[in-house]
């Protein structure tokens, strides 16, 4: 009778104990749910505040009615079985997720590839996507959000231990949750992708809900065994082919899932390669091995020196930084006109494009220098001065704010020769200019000049700063007096920059580290240009 009363109290001892490590799962199993499926939706639409903000907000409403649920689903069935049932249907289905919401997605995709001509049943397609992919983890996420309070009034033995049990409940949930907010991020998505991360933390959330139910039942659920047979099979048939289908006629050459981004390389039938992010809307790098000049955003950060006053000459051109450098088709264009003696800094946040742009896109100029950091911390890094700073990493709908404000414009004029000029390309939509003209403002703030040019065909205007007063006039000025037949792709860039300047429209919000609404502004355009351009 001793020994079956020991064995009793051991039993119950790990029961109670294993009850705390089923609260640590599923509070790591669901902030990694949450970061994952922002990372699901944003390889299809971005990684805006309203993207966030949905995901966030909607999964918040899904965990409040869990623990409401969850508190009273425990009152009128206080059993372990019924909790470790919770908790295996809750995997079950956060592991389905993905798995169901990536074929949804990939049609979106297919049907959206150009955000700068959609119709309305694109529009449609695409936010009804969102919203049904959303849906999707209505139970699963609501189901985790019934396991601490389940998990409280079973570990409650005695009412005056309830707020210390509760306490340790809930601290212990939390420190899950503080696995699962970075574990995703830093280690499980770059390593394996966003389907993938899913699979793996509700995979281990089911191992420890069916173990908890063999710890008291004393016997294994067979019936449960279809659950992980079917997640596989379901894994092997969604998981073939990429994440996001290429643009029509174009090849995937590279895929990866980052830390910050989906990162596709594609390959056009003329041998033109684009770097793509995310929801690959719009390209972040061009590369051909035997075309420098495109025509395209990147050749008009060639000509930002040339608003000084003339005769300005390309050998004047001493040193450049870029921020923001993707796949180094700003570098290469700038290597192409003044040599490989030109120094280039160039600074990109993600490692990972570096990579995929040495192997895929020719990012292997001797001259240029490339810093992993993010564009503000690693341009303080520089100890250079610099006659042109560019920076390309603005795109609506995302945009760093603390790459928008006076501080860091004075940062960079700080760094500049007295003949140093700073390019930015900034996103607008056709009659939105919100953006465009609050950038200007604020440059406006330190710089003296500042000119705009509006890239044709495209959402994007170019903004030249530069330190000295200058005219728009000095373009052709200096057009005039440089050798076309010595510098054939710095001579075509101007051309095409005289004949898309614009008339500049400062507006009066400027933007400062201490208030820089630039997301209030860009959801703000967003918003209206897809409901009121793209649908009819």
Not at 324 to 350: F, K, N, S, W
Not at 377 to 404: C, I, M, N, S
Not at 446 to 451: D, L, N, Q, T
Request: glycine share 8%; proline share 6%.
């Amino acid at each position: 009778m001793a020994h079956e009363s020991t064995t009793t109290s051991r039993l119950a001892l790990w029961q109670h104990r294993y009850l705390f490590i089923a609260v640590f799962t599923s509070g790591m199993t669901t902030l990694a749910i949450e970061l994952s499926a922002s990372r699901l939706l944003g390889n299809f639409y971005g990684t805006s505040n309203l993207v966030w903000a949905n995901v966030i907000g909607l999964m918040l409403i899904y965990l409040t009615f869990g623990y409401f649920l969850g508190g009273r689903w425990a009152d009128r069935s206080p059993y372990p079985e019924t909790f470790y049932r919770i908790i295996i249907w809750g995997a079950f289905l956060a592991g389905v997720v993905p798995l169901v919401a990536r074929p949804i997605l990939r049609t979106v995709a297919g049907a959206v590839n150009d955000f700068d001509d959609l119709s309305g049943a694109e529009v449609g397609l695409a936010l009804g996507s969102f919203v049904s992919v959303l849906v999707l983890f209505v139970v699963p996420v609501t189901l985790l959000g019934c396991v601490s309070p389940f998990a409280i009034r079973l570990a409650i033995k005695n009412t005056d231990d309830a707020g210390k049990t509760s306490g340790t409940i809930y601290a212990i949930s939390t420190l899950g949750s503080i696995v699962g907010t970075f574990a995703p991020v830093l280690l499980v998505i770059p390593a394996v992708g966003t389907t993938r991360t899913f699979l793996i933390f509700a995979g281990i959330l089911l191992v420890v809900g069916l173990g908890g139910k063999f710890l008291h039942l004393r016997r294994f659920d067979l019936r449960a065994l279809w659950m992980p047979v079917l997640l596989a099979i379901l894994a092997f048939v969604t998981l073939q082919g990429p994440q996001r289908p290429p643009p029509p006629d174009m090849e995937l050459l590279y895929e990866r899932d980052s830390a910050y981004n989906l990162i596709q390389v594609v390959e056009d039938q003329q041998g033109m390669r684009y770097l793509l992010l995310n929801e690959g809307q719009g390209y972040h790098s061009q590369w051909h091995p035997e075309e420098v000049y495109y025509g395209r955003t990147w050749g008009y950060f060639l000509v930002g020196p040339y608003f000084n006053a003339p005769p300005y000459r390309p050998r004047e051109v001493q040193r450049l930084a870029i921020v923001g450098l993707a796949g180094g088709t700003i570098a290469r264009q700038y290597t192409e006109v003044y040599g490989t003696t030109l120094p280039i800094d160039g600074i990109e946040i993600d490692g990972a494009i570096v990579e995929a742009s040495r192997q895929y896109l020719g990012m292997d100029m001797l001259n240029l220098n490339v810093l992993v950091a993010d564009g503000r911390y690693g341009f303080k890094q520089l100890d250079e001065r610099y006659t042109v700073v560019g920076v390309d990493a603005y795109r609506v709908p995302y945009v760093p704010w603390h790459l928008t404000t006076v501080e860091f414009f004075e940062e960079i004029e700080a760094k500049l020769t007295p003949d140093g000029v700073v390019v930015i390309n900034v996103g607008r939509t056709p009659d939105d200019r919100r953006l465009v003209n609050a950038m200007a403002a604020t440059m406006l703030e330190v710089f003296p000049s500042v000119h705009a040019m509006d890239v044709p065909e495209s959402l994007n205007t170019i903004l030249v700063a530069t330190r000295r007063p200058t005219g728009a006039e000095n373009l052709a000025a200096n057009l005039a007096v440089i050798d076309g037949t010595e510098y054939p792709l710095l001579e075509m860039a101007i051309e095409t920059a005289i004949d898309s300047l614009v008339p500049l429209e400062p507006s009066e919000t400027i933007f400062t580290d201490d208030h820089a609404p630039v997301e209030r502004i860009i959801d703000s355009m967003v918003i209206e240009y897809l409901l009121g351009d793209a649908v009819p």
